[in-house]
């Protein structure tokens, strides 16, 4: 069977506008993401904690953006704007662990943060290679574990439709369409939306707590580096968030009233928005990371120069 998406995508003339816009903004998301991720990678000075997890956060970011934006192309030029059930559910797994990754890895970035600030003497003894490499795992694996459980419970419900109000696959519009009892669905999606985000959030707010507390009583070196390396930190958790919460408001009440492509702007912007504006901040608020990129570049010139 397929799902249709007809209300979304009747794009008319403007559709190779669209088509455009939106491909260059993926090739944009790919470069900066690809550019850091390969910057992180071949210089050594670079591998410490906060720039490994940085790391995982662009890779992240690209596996995101790959699962809604060749849909979303491909969407846009076809006549007929459908999708068989196996990849609908494909794009649902990829989005929701997408978004489970982000969030822990943020929540270790935060961690990683009020070690280096809290305990700066001991931040090497306790933040190890293994202890790395163990957190890096668990961003990964646990949320690509606990999105496969939940897909599998909507894979098994009996549908009665197949019309999706939204521009993409999204879980809770198929739970709607379904004939079935969704309760156990339900009763499961609130402890888990209790567990992905009430835990991070509780995380991250203890983290900067004694983060804030070691800053008020610290040196003027201690607040700037709080103030250097949690900026960028915090601007990311704040624009992900919102983004969560449009997506949460889109999907939970009526929105009719609201225009139609501001609805669909703010479906989408947290795997949109957010892939673009991460290597923005990071490059440009992270002391080394731009210091690596001015070199390069600036290398490059010389090069041009000489030649």
Same mark, same amino acid.
């Given at each position: 069977?397929?799902?249709?998406?007809?209300?979304?995508?009747?794009?008319?003339?403007?559709?190779?506008l669209?088509f455009?816009?939106i491909?260059c903004?993926?090739?944009?998301?790919?470069?900066?993401?690809?550019?850091?991720?390969v910057?992180i990678?071949?210089?050594?000075?670079l591998?410490e904690?906060?720039?490994?997890?940085?790391?995982s956060?662009?890779?992240?970011?690209?596996y995101?953006s790959?699962?809604?934006?060749p849909?979303?192309?491909?969407q846009?030029?076809?006549?007929?704007?459908?999708?068989?059930f196996?990849?609908?559910?494909?794009?649902?797994?990829c989005?929701?662990s997408?978004?489970?990754v982000?969030i822990?890895n +943020?929540?270790?970035m %935060? $961690?990683? #943060?009020? /070690?280096?600030? !809290? @305990?700066?003497?001991?931040?090497?003894?306790?933040?190890t290679?293994n202890?790395?490499?163990?957190?890096?795992t668990?961003?990964?694996?646990y949320?690509?574990?606990?999105?496969?459980?939940?897909?599998?419970?909507?894979v098994?419900l009996q549908?009665?439709?197949?019309i999706?109000?939204?521009?993409?696959?999204?879980?809770?519009?198929?739970?709607?369409?379904?004939?079935?009892d969704t309760t156990?669905?339900?009763?499961?999606?609130?402890?888990?939306?209790?567990i992905?985000m009430?835990?991070?959030?509780? +995380?991250?707010?203890? %983290? $900067?707590? #004694?983060i /804030?507390k070691? !800053? @008020?009583?610290?040196?003027?070196?201690t607040r700037?580096?709080?103030?250097?390396?949690?900026?960028p930190?915090?601007?990311?958790?704040?624009?992900?968030?919102?983004?969560?919460c449009f997506?949460?408001?889109?999907s939970?009440f009526?929105?009719?009233?609201?225009?139609?492509?501001l609805?669909?702007f703010?479906?989408?912007?947290?795997v949109?928005?957010?892939?673009?504006?991460?290597?923005?901040?990071?490059?440009?608020?992270?002391?080394k990371?731009?210091v690596?990129?001015?070199?390069?570049?600036?290398g490059k010139?010389?090069?041009?120069?000489?030649?």
């Amino acid at each position: 069977g397929n799902f249709s998406f007809d209300a979304y995508f009747d794009t008319g003339m403007l559709k190779y506008l669209y088509f455009t816009i939106i491909l260059c903004l993926y090739v944009l998301i790919i470069l900066s993401n690809v550019f850091l991720i390969v910057l992180i990678c071949v210089n050594r000075s670079l591998h410490e904690p906060m720039y490994l997890f940085l790391c995982s956060l662009f890779v992240n970011q690209l596996y995101g953006s790959t699962g809604l934006f060749p849909f979303i192309l491909l969407q846009i030029l076809k006549d007929v704007h459908t999708v068989s059930f196996s990849l609908c559910f494909l794009q649902i797994y990829c989005l929701y662990s997408y978004v489970q990754v982000e969030i822990i890895n +943020l929540t270790v970035m %935060s $961690y990683d #943060r009020y /070690l280096s600030i !809290c @305990f700066p003497l001991q931040y090497h003894t306790r933040m190890t290679q293994n202890k790395i490499a163990v957190l890096i795992t668990v961003v990964w694996v646990y949320p690509l574990l606990k999105v496969a459980v939940r897909r599998y419970m909507t894979v098994s419900l009996q549908l009665c439709g197949n019309i999706i109000d939204k521009i993409y696959c999204n879980n809770y519009s198929i739970v709607k369409l379904s004939c079935s009892d969704t309760t156990v669905n339900n009763i499961y999606g609130l402890i888990n939306a209790f567990i992905s985000m009430c835990v991070p959030v509780m +995380l991250i707010l203890y %983290s $900067y707590m #004694r983060i /804030l507390k070691v !800053c @008020f009583s610290g040196s003027k070196q201690t607040r700037h580096k709080a103030v250097s390396t949690c900026t960028p930190h915090l601007a990311s958790l704040i624009n992900f968030a919102l983004g969560c919460c449009f997506e949460v408001i889109q999907s939970r009440f009526n929105m009719n009233h609201v225009p139609n492509m501001l609805r669909i702007f703010l479906s989408v912007y947290f795997v949109i928005l957010q892939p673009v504006f991460n290597p923005m901040v990071y490059g440009l608020k992270t002391s080394k990371i731009r210091v690596k990129c001015n070199h390069l570049l600036c290398g490059k010139r010389h090069l041009d120069s000489e030649s």
